[in-house]
């Protein structure tokens, strides 16, 4: 489950590991590392969808559904950004399904200056 909103030089996005028919996690998460790297995944193809990348993140709010998966989460996050260190806050606490991870983006993007609408999309 995958929601992006944007609106002008922003682009919102957060993700999680649902399978929103079941409301459980999806089975190719079956380590909080895989499980971090398909919700980017998954963000990463709703910020192209809007004409940005990981590459412009600005900010990134992190849910853990407990603190034990911490070490594991950092690890695949910063293989994730590489070369940036977007500002980062990580909260613990419960999550839908039985999903252990949570995130959502703020990006900057560019688009044409007469493009200055906002529009929600939602997709699985």
Known sequence: MST???GGPFAYASSLAIDVATMSLVPEADTVRNETRL???RITAQLESKGASLDDVIKTTCYLRDESYLAEFIEAYDQVFPSHSPATHIAILGIAGNCR????????RTIPSAVNTLDREESQ
């Open 4 to 6: 992006i909103t944007s």
């Open 101 to 108: 991870v949570q995130i959502e983006v703020v990006a900057t």
């Open 39 to 41: 919700v980017f995944d």
